[in-house]
Every structure is written in structure tokens, then in C-alpha cells.
């Protein structure tokens, strides 16, 4: 099961960090991923991070603005959110992988967490 929060109103200037937390004691044989979905939109691709941490790939309209991170110790994933854009209003979903490397395609994910909405104000 995967629990994400740290979503919220967010203005200008604040760097909100997303956590994801899951339960059970194999959340180190999944890669992990954040998706996205704005209103009347697809879900889109955000990030993904391999099952070690060693590897992230991030989508291009985030790069050098978000980074996903995790810490296996503790079963959480995260995402620090810089420089939030009006255009990154969404609701904001982590999901597991269980391939090596996440991918950033979203029918590879089995386990999906009930999204956080991240509403950007300016």
C-alpha cells in the first residue's frame, strides 16, 4: 500500500516536498515513479527512481526543478517540488515498478498510491 502526502495550496516561493510511504517490507525490490494529472488531462510522467536510489530520470518539463529521491530504511519515496509553475497544478500519484529502473511508462506500475493534489498559487 502506498500513502502520499504533502500536496496542499502552495504559493509562490515554497518548495513543498511530496513523500510517498509504503507499507510491507519489500519496498526496495520496486522501482518508484510520480505521475501527475491536471483537470482534463492524461496522467503524465514525472519521475522515476531505481529500486537502489542510484538512477532518476525526470521528465523534461520538470528537470532541474523537481528531484525524486527515496530513502529504503524508511519504505518512502520523495519528490522536492522548486520553482512551482501555475502549469503543475495536479493531482500527484507514487506508484511501484518492479523493474530495476522505473519507467516512464505508467502500465509497467502495479501499485498506485491515492494521489495528493498540488494546487499552485500565484
Known amino acids: 500500500q502506498l500513502q502520499a502526502s504533502g500536496g496542499g495550496l502552495v504559493q509562490a516561493g515554497v518548495s513543498p516536498r511530496l513523500s510517498c510511504a509504503a507499507s510491507?517490507?519489500?519496498?526496495?525490490?520496486?522501482?518508484m515513479g510520480w505521475f501527475r494529472q491536471a483537470p482534463g488531462k492524461e496522467r503524465e510522467f514525472v519521475a522515476t527512481?531505481?529500486?537502489?536510489?542510484?538512477?532518476?530520470n525526470h521528465a523534461d518539463s520538470v528537470k532541474d526543478r523537481f528531484t525524486i529521491s527515496r530513502d529504503n530504511a524508511k519504505n518512502t519515496v520523495y519528490l522536492q517540488m522548486n520553482s512551482l509553475k501555475s502549469e503543475d497544478t495536479a493531482v500527484y500519484y507514487c506508484?511501484?515498478?518492479?523493474?530495476?529502473?522505473?519507467?516512464?511508462?505508467?502500465?509497467?506500475?502495479?501499485?498506485w498510491g491515492q494521489g495528493t493534489q498540488v494546487t499552485v498559487s500565484s
Open positions: 510491507g517490507r519489500t519496498f526496495s525490490r520496486y522501482a
Open positions: 506508484a511501484a515498478d518492479p523493474g530495476l529502473y522505473g519507467s516512464r511508462n505508467s502500465v509497467e506500475y502495479i501499485y
Open positions: 527512481i531505481s529500486r537502489s536510489g542510484g538512477s532518476t
